[in-house]
């Protein structure tokens, strides 16, 4: 890609490099006739706004209307600040600005197209269209890439910048819509670069599509596929019951990776004419190797999974023999020794929670979201999402169910309110058909929680309720809430109060990191609660066992050092 020229200002593209920074306005308010204690409190704001923002007083445009702009996307909490705080440094910012006679006009700190850039979109006869190309022409203008220049590294390139800048909401529909547009205004104005740009994509398939492998393959595909949907009763060692629709997908997707990994290893596409060819030992090995080295040499959980299909079809379709079948067996299990118990973008995530503030915020939010709904002016819906959201999130913290059961909890089938100790509770339960891994869920929420989720019942989710509907969450049609909708609800709720970035599923871990830190040891209640066998239980949590025996250790430290000080030991 072409390298940036000096003319890019600070790595921004977006900033007109003659825009002033505060790093000047700073120097400006040493020779305004001010008090010292004014001073020093309006460049305390700039240098706070700065930290805020993680960039240096040389890096910050001094404009108004960019402070503005820029401060709408700090979030107090994870900032470790008040809203209030905000808003001070803000209006002392702004001061500060107008003090120094900084401009508050969007046009001033905006990078202007160059002039080759300028009469492209001045040919646009769409000014949403102009608007769409205008980061592109600033992007590529910093660059010095004139129009026809643009390849679709520049799109690429455009994509990493706006992820990384904080002004827009999501990027990568940003960068699309300028593609497309640049496609389409090709067939439509004279003398438009001829080249055709492709949207950048975070993950580039890499997999071949199944119907491109010989048709005696897919056909052998197709065969065990029925097997697993529609399970023969005589069948000695067939499944049970028939495997949910997402993990039939599931299943054919990972022999489409594993043919594909063979393929792209260098195997004739026609020499893999039934699963049989998958599941050959050498085959199987090429393709993991394949597997584990797009992945940095190392074993994942889904490369795990994948060599347990294959044994899978090993052993009840292809039928190898028994010396076949256990060195299959020994390959997957020295995989599942490798594999780390959690992935690692989910320990990311949890690392969030032991900071002992964050851990407090995400336990106590359904009583701020409670308290949030309680305030006087909030319009109906607002509060019914509010209160919504509290009683998924308690639920989740008390009985951390997958977001699919959570979502499609129905108040006819799986809820009952009964007294208990003179108390009124809530039970959860679901059947084992409705649960992934085919277990029964039962878990009981306390008085408190019943609470709330009577006041959601009473007061919220009558605002939601568009058509009758028996479903906890229910969606405008009648049926359940989407579990995607349902998930992004939570996901931007905690984001919202906490500063924090915590998804649905990620419960179920901090479910292990609660249970793990507050009774050590106790894998047992922690499979029961999240409806899985002892040893995933133990394999998945463990870590969180061994940071609170090091905590407990590190504390018989401080203890041995408290009873031993040096003045206090007197040699015999």
């Known amino acids: 890609m072409t390298q940036p020229n000096p003319n890019m200002a600070n790595g921004d593209p977006f900033v007109d490099p003659a825009t002033p920074r505060m790093s000047a306005v700073l120097g400006q308010l ?34 108004i209307n960019w402070v503005h702009v820029r401060l709408r996307r700090v979030h107090p909490v994870s900032a470790g600040i008040s809203d209030k705080r905000v808003k001070n440094i803000k209006a002392d910012v702004i001061k500060a600005l107008g003090l120094c006679g900084c401009s508050r006009e969007r046009s001033d700190w905006l990078r202007q197209p160059s002039p080759h850039w300028q009469v492209l979109l001045d040919r646009i006869p769409d000014k949403h269209d102009r608007w769409k190309l205008m980061q592109l022409a600033q992007y590529c203008t910093a660059l010095g890439v004139a129009p026809g ?22 990027p990568a529909g940003k960068v699309g819509a300028a593609v497309g547009v640049w496609n389409r205004l090709r067939e439509t104005i004279e003398g438009w670069p001829a080249r ?18 010989p048709e005696s393959f897919q056909a052998d595909v197709e065969r065990w596929i029925e097997r697993l949907a529609r399970p023969c009763l005589l069948d000695e060692d067939g499944p049970v019951k028939p495997l949910r629709p997402s ?11 594993i043919a594909s990994a063979l393929v792209l290893s260098g195997r004739e596409m026609s020499s893999i004419d039934s699963l049989a060819a998958l599941v050959d030992l050498d085959a199987f090995k090429t393709g993991l190797r394949f597997m584990i080295g797009r992945f940095g040499d190392k074993p994942t959980e889904a ?56 851990l407090a915020r995400l336990l106590h939010l359904p009583a701020q979201l409670l308290k949030e709904a309680s305030k006087p002016g909030l319009r109906d819906h607002r509060r019914a999402l509010l209160l919504q959201a509290a009683v998924a999130i308690e639920i989740l913290l008390y009985a951390p169910l997958r977001i699919g059961n959570l979502s499609a909890l129905s108040l006819e089938r799986h809820i009952r309110f009964v007294t208990t100790r003179r108390q009124r509770c809530t039970t959860i339960s679901i059947p084992a058909h409705e649960v ?79 249970h793990s830190t507050v009774q050590p040891g106790d894998f047992v209640t922690l499979s029961h609660v999240i409806s899985d066998s002892l040893k995933t239980a133990m394999k998945s949590y463990a870590q969180f066992e061994q940071k609170a025996a090091l905590r407990h250790y590190q504390g018989s430290v401080d203890a041995a050092r408290r009873r031993y000080r040096p003045e206090d030991v007197h040699h015999g």
């Open 30 to 63: 040493e020779e305004l006739d001010l008090s010292p204690t004014r001073r020093r409190d309006l460049r305390s704001a700039i240098r706070s706004l700065c930290r805020l923002i993680g960039k240096t007083p040389e890096e910050v445009p001094a404009n």
């Open 149 to 170: 220049e643009v390849d679709n590294e520049h799109p690429a390139g455009l994509l990493a910048v706006l992820e990384t800048e904080t002004f827009v909401d999501k």
């Open 196 to 213: 055709v740009l492709v949207a950048p994509r975070k993950k580039e398939p890499w997999t071949i599509p199944l119907a491109t492998f």
């Open 247 to 257: 993990t039939i997908r599931h299943r054919r997707f990972q022999i489409q990776e």
């Open 303 to 358: 490369i795990h999974g994948l060599a347990m299909g294959m044994k899978a079809i090993a052993t009840h379709h292809v039928r190898v023999d028994d010396g076949h079948l256990k060195e299959m067996r020994r390959i997957c299990q020295r995989l599942n020794l490798q594999v780390e118990g959690l992935r690692e973008k989910n320990r990311r995530r949890l690392e969030q929670l032991d900071d002992d503030i964050n």
């Open 436 to 514: 992934k891994n085919g277990k029964d869920l039962n878990h009981e929420l306390s008085p408190e929680s019943t609470k709330l989720l009577k006041l959601y019942l009473d007061e919220a989710r009558p605002v939601l309720l568009q058509e009758p509907s028996d479903y906890l969450f229910p969606a405008q049609n009648g049926g359940p809430r989407v579990a995607a909708s349902l998930s992004n609800l939570i996901k931007t709720t905690i984001r919202e109060f906490t500063g924090m970035v915590i998804h649905a599923h990620l419960f179920r871990s901090i479910a292990g990191k609660i």
